[in-house]
C-alpha cells in the first residue's frame, strides 16, 4: 500500500464511475468516503444493465467488491445529497471536511421533449421503467401500465433495453421504436438488438423502407445495404423468439404530441423528417406532415439528464464545467466544475462518469472516465497545503450519527457483504441464478438478520 497523503477525499455516487475511479484515490494514498443514494453499490450495473444479463453483471460486481473492501475506501450507501434530499452537499463539506468532493451519481434527471400530452397516464420516461424491471426499490413498486401497441421513441440500446421487456416479459401486442433520423442514423448496436431481431416483422418493415426510400436515396443511402444490415440478425440466428409480439419501426419521424382522448393514450403524433447535412452528420429537418401512429402507451428513451437538485449549476443536460483551459494541465478543465454566477471554478468539487456526460457509453467507458477523473483530483491534491485526513474516523461516526438523527439508516461495506450472503443463500434455497430483494425494507431486514 503506498504512503498516506493525508487527504480525505468525499465521492458522491457509487456506480461504475465512482468505484472504479476511488482505485486511483486510494492508490494515491488517500483516504477515501463513497457515499451512494441506493443501499447497494454498483449504481448502473445493479440497476440498468438488463436482469437477466447475469454473467456480465456478476463479472463488474466482483471486481466492484475487490476495490470496495480496501481499507482506505469507506462505503455510506442508502445516503442521497442534493437539495431535498438526506442531506446537501454544504453539510456534506461541513461535517466531513473534505478535500475534494467528486460526483458521480450518474445522470439521474429525465430529458423530456416539452411535447403537448407527454404528462399522460401511460407515458414514461425509459429510466424509470428500466428501474422498475431492474429492481431499483422507489421504482419496484410503482405501477407502470403498459397497453397492446407501445411507440417507444428513440433507437439506441435503451429502446432495446425496453422493447426486451415488452416483447419478452409483458408480451404486448406491438412495439414500435420511433426515430427522427433513419436507420442507418440508429444508435442501438448489432449485439443488442438480437434479444428482440426474431419479433421483427419483415413484411412491415420492408413497408417501412419503400415508405421512406425517396429521403433516403436523396441523400445517398442504398437500401439494400440497410435492409441487409438491419435484418441480419432475423430468423434462424435469433434469439429469445418465444413471444408473439411484433417489432416495428417508424423512421423520419420526429415526434410532436401525444394525443389523448378520455385521459388515455390515442397515438404519438409524428412530424415528417428529412435528413439534411450539418457538418458532417446528417440531421432532421421537419417537413410540415404530419401522421398519427396508434398506440396506448409511449415511452421517450432519448436518454438521460444530470439531477439538477443537487445543489450544483447545470446547463443542458449536464453540470457546468470549467470552459477555460487548466493553465498547467490542460483538459483537466473538463472534470472541473464551474460557477457561471461567479465565473469561477468551484473550488475542489469535480465531476466523472454520465454526472459530466450524461447517457455517455457503456461501463468500460464510464469507468475510463472515473480513472481520469481521480487523475485531475490526484494533481489538485498534489498541490494542497493542508491534511484533512486527521481525525476522518470521528468525522465519519458523526456524520452517521446525525443522519440516524434525521431518520436515515446508513449502510457500511459489512452490510453490503452480508446483504450479498443472504441473498446468494436465497438464490440457492431458490434454485435460481440469482436472487436479489426489491425493497429497502427486505434488505435492511436481511443484513439485520
Ligand atoms: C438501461 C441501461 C442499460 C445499460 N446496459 C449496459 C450494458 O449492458 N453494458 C454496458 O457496458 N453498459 C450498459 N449501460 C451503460 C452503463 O450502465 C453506464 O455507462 C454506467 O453505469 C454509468 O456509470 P456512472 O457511474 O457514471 O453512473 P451510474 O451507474 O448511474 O451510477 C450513479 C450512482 O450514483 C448514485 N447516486 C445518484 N444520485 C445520488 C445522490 N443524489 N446522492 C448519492 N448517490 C447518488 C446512484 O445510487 C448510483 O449508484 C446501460 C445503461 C442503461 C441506462
Ligand atoms: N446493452 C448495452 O450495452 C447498453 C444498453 C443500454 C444503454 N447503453 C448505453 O447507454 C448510453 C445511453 O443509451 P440511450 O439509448 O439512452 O442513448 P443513445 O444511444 O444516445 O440513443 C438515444 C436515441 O434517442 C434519440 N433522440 C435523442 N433526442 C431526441 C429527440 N429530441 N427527439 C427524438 N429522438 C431523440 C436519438 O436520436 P438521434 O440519434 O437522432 O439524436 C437516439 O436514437 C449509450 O451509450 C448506450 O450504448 C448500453
Redesign the pocket.
Known sequence: MSNSTNQLVVVVGAGPAGIYGVRKLAEAGHEVIILNRDIKPGGLVEY???FNKHKLKEGVRKQFRQILADPRIHYVGHAKVGQQADLTLDELRDWLKPSAVVIASGAQGT?A?GIPGDDAVGVYH?KDLVYHFNGLPEFTKRDFQMGDRVAI?????????IAHWLVHEKKVKEVIA????GPA?????D??IQAVAANMDLTAFDAELERVRPRLEAVGEDLVTIRKDLTKHCGTKAKEGESPSKMNFRFLN??TEVVVENGKVKALRVEDTELVKRGESLS?KGLGTFFDIECDSVVF????RVDETLGIPCSGTEYVRNPNPDAENPGDEAYQVFDPATGKVCDGLFVIGWSRQA????VG?AKQDGERGMAVVNRYLTKAETGTADGWEKRLANFRKTLAERGVRTIDYADVQKLESVEREKSEELSVEFFKYQTDEDMLAAIDR
Do not use: F, H
Open positions: 440498468g444493465i438488463y430529458k421533449l425509459a421513441i428513440g433507437v439506441g440500446n435503451v429502446m432495446v433495453d420511433v426515430a427522427r433520423r442514423q440508429r444508435a442501438y448496436t449485439v443488442e420526429s415526434p432532421a428513451a432519448i436518454g438521460d447517457s455517455d457509453g457503456v467507458k
